[in-house]
């Protein structure tokens, strides 16, 4: 989201001022008119899909549905109202709240940042970012990073944290936001997602999966008074295999809550496009929480709500501070007058209470205890009120349990070998040791000094915006190699000193690469790395070739949001060890030492492809600047982003993706090929739908949403009541959208239960394999399983490998074993059939291999599988 998006907001709001305030407040005419699209390319289209799907049909879901159908039941015009809308921009501790119904016991609920940790906060921890979770292939470890991130949002009183994040899914290299998501994969993001949101969920708190959809470039993605938001513009086969499939891995894991983006798809805004919200998030998927707009994503109050749009954030119109909005008491009047029909506020409002009740939050779930607004223990509870109540606003409650040890091991076991020639790491504690670069430091500011990290200022924890958090404290690599090695001089600089070398010194070089969010341009990148490209900042290179030039053994450490080049200095004789360290967040240091001098071998591997240069990429996947009108972003190289890409255009990169060397080396055998389920073309026919809450269809009287007598509203706070209720009933006829109806669709034959037909998670193979550690030292091993699928049979082109599961070993020791296993459901044989609108299969498998390796490339991969033929070493 972008809570923090003031400074872009104010520039809106001054462009607003020399224009007319007046025409930003919600438009009945604008609100049903789709976006404008007349530069749509015609071969996309924009279908539509009404009415919403109403909730509560999944059988996991039945309690909690039951629950909020006695309470929605019951509940008034307003409190309904209430529950769907935003109060406003800085109308309370978190970034976006609710009303209330505390009739009901239902609290305003409280959303706030972001998928590493708690933003804009104390006494919490900053964890590493989704792109090092990541890297760790590692399912438990991904796991207790969600249950730690959940723990901390409880312990400070928050309803709905906001993450995991798996779009961006990380199309384009050069793109702000693709170090919060888990790397450039669907199977990947959606098995990284699963685990997160299963383990923030099992402490209560309501996770949201963002961003809804497409959301691949930070620049132009958000529509404001002189340019309409970017438009994706994509195909049905790619939207399935790529970028929708870990949204169904999240959906089947049963997330609360999906954030819908700022940008267009197929020419459509997100936040009011019927065909992704309706369609293929509701019906298809079977998503059973709510649907929240990214902040100010809304343009319009009926076309949002007819499109499945649940609930509004911040509340705000276009512009926030104005006290205006598209629903509160936008929503009233369009109940009262007959165009947003009852039925489909019942939904929302029952999708929102439903998951209250999933989750717990009715059973003694705190309220906030902290403020996102200031660091002040008191203050305005309502800071965008000019004259508002004070009170204690921060009660600085400890939330970091022993999430330290956590934040260690996922930024340890993401770290990624890319290099180590004759064994030059581990390094021994007494080396002589010299350390060159500002990565390895200390913000020279003070910790924190940069508000949501906008700059680049020593060690680079993680990437700038929204999805921050601050940091408590950071163990700077500076402070842990001291404690390694006290042989060590320092040059925390980004400029080569004059130094001379003796022929047994080593140098570590820190260099690093940032991008973030759109609201914050940080030397001159507006969030994507528009100027620094895809390399290090701050003269990286040349202080690796310097070093290099100066030292016989040279390591380079790397902290970045993604693919960074390193063609400069990769070959030179003297750099003999590269780590990739990723984003590790405040345990920084620790968890670097831990893997340089040798007490855990390495065991990250790359989340994407390290390529020589970028013209090996598409050219459709880089950035696109345009200044005016919208943006078309064609997907037109369809399903082949990062390795897919490379794979099929036959080029080697320099690391490919899934890529990773240890301390030790292992050895896969023993694999057998077990089959399950059967394998039929096409999945059996999708369980029905159960019944859903029904409720009283006709118009509550108008006095519901009239205000409490004596009631002390706050001023610019956003209420679900208005001065003259009466008025607002009408008969009149509303222009509905085109294709708007309101008899159900029938049920969508791919879907059936939470992330789609059940029998799409059949296992239909298993491969097992026994993995041993054939080195010298202790480490842990990834075994990762690529799909080969016979693309003839399918009738369409595919990658030659697609990765679909992997696992990752214990510790072994020499010499010791670990029998790993690798279950391959339906979906992940299967292809999206556009005609059938179906997933299609091989039939019984035919002509199906697995590769299983320790990168998606050839030499690297141990082990392959042929259906009806069985495993041998690849
Ligand atoms: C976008 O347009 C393409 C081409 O017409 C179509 O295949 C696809 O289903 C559309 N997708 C959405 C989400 O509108
Ligand atoms: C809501 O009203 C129903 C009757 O319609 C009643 O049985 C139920 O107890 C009420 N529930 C609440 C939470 O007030
Ligand atoms: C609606 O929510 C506001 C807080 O935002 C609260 O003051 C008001 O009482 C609520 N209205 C009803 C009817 O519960
Ligand atoms: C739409 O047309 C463009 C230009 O011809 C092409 O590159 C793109 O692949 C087409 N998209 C679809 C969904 O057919
Ligand atoms: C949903 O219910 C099914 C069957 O009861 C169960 O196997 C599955 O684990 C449940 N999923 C979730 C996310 O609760
Ligand atoms: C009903 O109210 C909504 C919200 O103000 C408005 O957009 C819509 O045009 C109204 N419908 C009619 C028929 O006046
Ligand atoms: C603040 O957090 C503490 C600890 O989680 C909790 O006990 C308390 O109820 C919270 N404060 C409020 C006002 O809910
Ligand atoms: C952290 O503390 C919890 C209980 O407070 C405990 O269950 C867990 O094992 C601890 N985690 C670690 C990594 O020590
Ligand atoms: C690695 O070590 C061997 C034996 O000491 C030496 O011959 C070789 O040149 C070294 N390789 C590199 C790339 O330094
Ligand atoms: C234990 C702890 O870290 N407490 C800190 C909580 O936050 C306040 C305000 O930032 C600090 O003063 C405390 O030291």
Known sequence: MAGGILPFLLGLLLLAHCASASTHRSNPKQNTEKQKRDSLPTNYTTPDYYPTPNG????????????????VSN??????????????????????????????????????????????????????????????WDKDLIYARGVAIGEEARGKGINVQMGPVVGPIGRKPRSGRIWEGFGADPSLQGIAAAQTIQGMQSTGVIATLKHFILNEQEMYRMTSVVQVGYSSDIDDRTLHEIYLWPFAEGVKAGVGSIMAAYNHVNGSLSTQNSQILNGLLKDELGFQGFVVSDWYAQFGGVSSALAGLDMAMPGDGAIPLLGDSFWNYELSTAILNGTVPLERLNDMVTRIVATWFQLGQDDDYPEPNFSTNTEDATGPLYPGA?????????????????????????????????????????LSKNASLSVFGTDAGPNSGG???????????????????????????????????????????FYVSD?????????????????????????????????????????????????????????????????????????????????????????????????????????????????Y???????????????????????????????????????????????????????????????????????????????????????????????????????NSIWRYLYPYLDDPAAATSTAPYPYPTGYKTTPQPAPRAGGAQGGNPALWDTVFTVDLKVTNTGTTSGR????????????????DLPPRQLRQFEKTSILAPGDSETLSLPVTRKDLSVWDVVVQDWKAPVNGEDVKFWIGE????????????????????
């Open 495 to 607: 400029s080569f000193p004059s130094v001379t070398a003796a022929a047994d010194d080593i140098a570590i070089v820190f260099i690093n690469a940032d991008s973030g969010e759109n609201y914050i341009t940080v030397e001159s990148n507006p969030g994507d790395r528009t100027t620094a490209g895809l390399n290090a900042w701050h003269g990286g290179d040349d202080l690796v070739v310097k070093a290099a030039a100066k030292y016989s053994t040279v390591i380079v450490v790397i902290h970045t949001v993604g693919p960074i080049l390193m063609e400069e200095w990769i070959d030179l004789p003297s750099v003999k060890a590269v780590l990739v360290a990723h984003l590790p967040g405040q345990e920084a240091g620790d968890s670097l030492t831990d893997v340089l001098f040798g007490d855990y071998s390495p065991s990250g591997h790359l989340p």
């Open 386 to 426: 000019l004259f508002s109540p004070s009170g204690v606003v921060n009660q600085f409650v400890n939330v970091q349990g022993n999430h330290s040890i956590i934040a260690r091991e996922v930024a340890r076991d993401a770290i990624t070998l890319l290099k180590n020639v004759n064994q030059t790491l581990p």
């Open 56 to 71: 509560g049909w999944d059988s996991n879901w039945s309690a909690a549905y039951a629950k909020a159908q006695k309470v």
């Open 855 to 874: 990168s998606v490339a050839l030499e690297d991969m141990q082990i392959v599988c042929t259906v009806g033929q069985g495993c041998e070493s690849a």
């Open 609 to 711: 492809t390290i390529p020589h240069n970028e013209f090996e990429y598409p050219a459709s996947v880089g950035l696109i600047d345009q200044l005016l009108g919208q943006i078309q972003d064609q997907f037109t190289e369809r399903i082949y982003i990062d390795y897919r890409h490379f794979l099929q255009a036959n080029i080697t990169p320099r690391f490919p993706f899934g890529y990773g060397l240890s301390y030790t080396t292992f050895n896969f055998s023993d694999a057998t090929l077990t089959t399950g389920t059967s394998l039929t073309e096409y999945p059996p026919a999708r369980p029905a739908k159960s019944p859903t809450p029904t409720y009283a269809t006709t118009i509550p009287p108008a006095s519901e949403v009239a205000w409490p007598t004596g009631f």
């Open 447 to 489: 910790l924190n000094s940069c508000s949501d990290m906008g700059c680049d200022n020593g060690i680079l924890t993680m990437g700038w915006g929204s999805g921050t958090a601050r940091l408590p404290y950071v163990i700077t690599p500076q402070q842990a190699i001291l404690n390694n090695s006290a042989n060590t001089q």
């Open 75 to 136: 509940m008034t015009l307003a409190e309904k109202v209430n529950i769907t809308s935003g109060t406003g921009y800085l109308m309370g501790p978190c970034v976006g709240q609710t009303g209330s119904a505390l009739r009901f016991g239902i609290p305003r609920i409280c959303l706030q940042d972001g998928p590493l940790g708690i933003r804009n906060t104390d006494n919490n921890t900053a964890f590493p970012a989704g792109v090092t979770a990541g890297a760790t």
């Open 781 to 796: 091993a990834v075994a990762q399983l690529y799909v080969e699928l016979p693309g003839d049979t399918l009738g369409v």
